[in-house]
Nanobody, 122 residues
Framework: VQLQASGGGLVQAGGPLRLSCAAS????????MMWHRQAPGKEREIVAT????????YYTDSVKGRFAISRDNAKDTIVLHMNSLKNEDTAVYYC????????????????WGRGTLVTVSS
C-alpha cells in the first residue's frame, strides 16, 4: 500500500485548509485510516482516525469542532478538512492506513505516506 498526502501549505491563522491522502497498490487491504502530525520539538500526535466504513471517527481534543475527516472508498482517498487553524496546528501531517477495520492507536497503522507540511501564520 502506498499513500500520498497532499494539500499542505502556508495559511493564515483562522483560515481553512484541506488535506488529501490517496492510496494505491493493495488497496483492498486498507481498513481504518488516520491523520497524524508532528510539530517541531513536539511529540507525534494522532489527529483523527476513521474506520473502514466511516462509522467510527476519533479526533484528538485540540481539533474537535475544527477538523473533519472523511473517506471515499471508491476513490481510495481520505480528506482532512481543517478550519479555524491555529499557530499550534503547524506541523508535518502524515496519513496512515491499517489492515484492521477499526483502529485508533498508532501501533496498528502499518502503512505510512510521506508527510505534507502545514504552516499557520499569525
Amino acid at each position: 500500500v502506498q499513500l500520498q498526502a497532499s494539500g499542505g501549505g502556508l495559511v493564515q491563522a483562522g483560515g481553512p485548509l484541506r488535506l488529501s491522502c490517496a492510496a494505491s497498490g493493495s488497496v483492498g487491504r486498507i481498513g481504518a485510516m488516520m491523520w497524524h502530525r508532528q510539530a517541531p520539538g513536539k511529540e507525534r500526535e494522532i489527529v483523527a482516525t476513521i474506520s473502514m466504513r466511516g462509522d467510527n471517527i476519533y479526533y484528538t481534543d485540540s481539533v474537535k469542532g475544527r477538523f473533519a475527516i472523511s473517506r471515499d472508498n471508491a476513490k481510495d482517498t481520505i480528506v482532512l478538512h481543517m478550519n479555524s487553524l491555529k499557530n499550534e496546528d503547524t506541523a508535518v501531517y502524515y496519513c496512515a492506513a491499517s489492515n484492521r477495520p477499526y483502529c485508533s492507536i498508532r501501533e496498528c497503522f502499518l502503512h505510512w505516506g510521506r508527510g505534507t507540511l502545514v504552516t499557520v501564520s499569525s
